[in-house]
């Protein structure tokens, strides 16, 4: 692992392909190399987006990646798919838009999807950010493809957060009042060549400026299928980044109670749930009595 | 919660309403009085409806629980939100919408939203469905608004799972695909009267066709807005439920799973998460090592 860790540093590709596909496949292997990498992180800034289905969240991803890598930026992007039954289908198309730039070693791609287990995708995801940190990618893109609290939970890892929305979204707007509001850092409102998008503008400053604790927010128009506004966004998410007090504690609290959910539910004994799950199905025993028995066989099997 | 139960079991509707509170609220009385109600449970018969924002579930759901009332049978109805940042202003609407059960004390509708807390919403979701089953709600309706891995959760502890659809959606029916397979007992092609619902009909046939594990699915066209094609909807659910078998022993293991994750969530200590955050966002232990002292400090408390 510290041969591993020491080609990762030096921004070796094969051995950042083959450590991120010992992290995703959650191989045993994985927790010593991430101990190993851990001190070399903390420089990159991770840029979450997210936004509803049809929104151009990829394409604005795609222009991001190319506006950062006409600096020089070493990029690392994670498109998440939750597997949400209604967005499954988009991850290979994401991969399809991203091939572009597959000759460029400045880029360095993967798409996640897993589904099923609680706050697993998260913390994959968290862990392949600390991989490409330590790898020297300077900026690190997390593109989630679905829309429910998943996604939060993984936007929440971020720095700065982008929330990409369309013209025309009708009654979803309201609902921009609802979660997002919290983690919103700046909105793009892509395809902004369409009609409405003045209105958009406006209904999104007047949720923000109504709020319970009124702030601004940047507002960027762009058109990423032409790459329009798209240098425009990336100095609104630097700003983001630069006046924002970096929240590194709560981050990583919520991060170590991912972690920490992980963890635990790695104990629980299959037999031994499968035999609970028996006896409730079948009303010999209430699920409290079950559940607090597993608790008691699993601390009993660690001590 | 002896006395409280009793009443519940007698069908007291202020009791019922009370336990609703406690139980959605997590209060600390929750589990004894979900321990007396237990032996009660396993009568009822549980309806996931979910589907993609915008096609009519809570119209649905509205013409489904007439259906069942004009039969004379209890109902009780959640409304889940997991409030997915894009779907969080419909809870409103649906309460609104469903205030024509009202008066009728055979209808008891809760709306559900919580944030934030992994798997602490499908938990409140099935208690919730026992307190119901345990008062004599013969039906229980599950309607989730929002469309993600939660959603998906919660729609597992349903009995029978009806999705609903609209004609017009464009890609998304190719999404069905990915994650709703595995889940979708009935399919309900709502809004049938716009154009498309032939060749959505068509599309969903397909992606079961040519499935893994090919099946046939039953495909209901409805109008739930006049009440069209309810009745066969009702008809294709119950036929699903009389002839699948009941794996009431797989859905205990995911509830009881999801009922552990939140008890050892419940006994993390914040002073020490809050401690070890700090040390692992100053690079002064790595992120491993600290879930492992959490484990341990967690373990020594209860011991």
Same mark, same amino acid.
């Given at each position: 692992?510290?041969?591993?860790?020491?080609?990762?540093?030096?921004?070796?590709?094969?051995?950042?392909?083959?450590?991120?596909?010992?992290?995703?496949?959650?191989?045993?292997?994985?927790?010593?190399?991430?101990?190993?990498? *851990?001190?070399?992180?903390?420089?990159?800034?991770?840029?979450?987006?997210?936004?509803?289905?049809?929104?151009?969240?990829?394409?604005?991803?795609?222009?991001?990646?190319?506006?950062?890598?006409?600096?020089?930026?070493?990029?690392?992007?994670?498109?998440?798919?939750?597997?949400?039954? *209604?967005?499954?289908?988009?991850?290979?198309?994401?991969?399809?838009?991203?091939?572009?730039?597959?000759?460029?070693?400045?880029?360095?791609?993967?798409?996640?999807?897993?589904?099923?287990?609680?706050?697993?995708?998260?913390?994959?995801?968290?862990?392949?950010?600390?991989?490409?940190?330590?790898?020297?990618?300077?900026?690190?893109?997390?593109?989630?493809?679905?829309?429910?609290?998943?996604?939060?939970?993984?936007?929440?890892?971020?720095?700065?957060?982008?929330?990409?929305?369309?013209?025309?979204?009708?009654?979803?707007?309201?609902?921009?009042?609802?979660?997002?509001?919290?983690?919103?850092?700046?909105?793009?409102?892509?395809?902004?060549?369409?009609?409405?998008?003045?209105?958009?503008?406006?209904?999104?400053?007047?949720?923000?400026?109504?709020?319970?604790?009124?702030?601004?927010?940047?507002?960027?128009?762009?058109?990423?299928?032409?790459?329009?506004?798209?240098?425009?966004?990336?100095?609104?998410?630097?700003?983001?980044?630069?006046?924002?007090?970096?929240?590194?504690?709560?981050?990583?609290?919520?991060?170590?109670?991912?972690?920490?959910?992980?963890?635990?539910?790695?104990?629980?004994?299959?037999?031994?749930?499968?035999?609970?799950?028996?006896?409730?199905?079948?009303?010999?025993?209430?699920?409290?009595?079950?559940?607090?028995?597993?608790?008691?066989?699993?601390?009993?099997?660690?001590?």
């Amino acid at each position: 692992m510290q041969d591993l860790a020491e080609r990762i540093r030096q921004g070796d590709l094969r051995a950042l392909a083959r450590a991120a596909t010992i992290i995703e496949n959650r191989m045993p292997q994985a927790e010593a190399l991430l101990r190993e990498l *851990f001190p070399l992180t903390g420089q990159a800034v991770i840029y979450g987006i997210t936004g509803p289905p049809g929104a151009g969240k990829s394409t604005v991803t795609n222009e991001l990646v190319k506006a950062l890598r006409a600096e020089g930026a070493m990029v690392g992007v994670l498109a998440v798919d939750p597997s949400s039954p *209604f967005s499954g289908g988009a991850i290979l198309g994401d991969r399809i838009r991203m091939q572009q730039h597959h000759a460029d070693a400045g880029v360095f791609i993967r798409s996640l999807a897993t589904r099923g287990s609680l706050g697993g995708l998260a913390a994959a995801t968290l862990e392949l950010c600390l991989l490409l940190d330590a790898a020297g990618r300077q900026s690190i893109l997390v593109e989630t493809v679905g829309v429910g609290q998943d996604e939060v939970d993984i936007v929440r890892l971020a720095d700065v957060t982008v929330v990409v929305l369309v013209p025309g979204m009708g009654d979803d707007v309201q609902a921009i009042k609802a979660g997002i509001m919290e983690i919103a850092d700046v909105f793009l409102i892509n395809k902004s060549d369409q009609p409405g998008a003045e209105r958009l503008e406006q209904e999104i400053r007047a949720v923000f400026a109504t709020a319970h604790q009124p702030r601004e927010i940047p507002i960027v128009k762009t058109v990423a299928s032409s790459g329009q506004g798209i240098t425009e966004a990336l100095a609104a998410m630097r700003q983001v980044q630069v006046s924002k007090p970096r929240q590194a504690v709560q981050q990583w609290e919520r991060r170590l109670r991912q972690m920490l959910v992980e963890r635990l539910l790695g104990r629980v004994d299959a037999a031994s749930l499968r035999h609970a799950s028996e006896a409730v199905a079948a009303r010999r025993e209430d699920p409290y009595t079950a559940v607090a028995r597993l608790v008691e066989t699993m601390l009993g099997r660690i001590r």
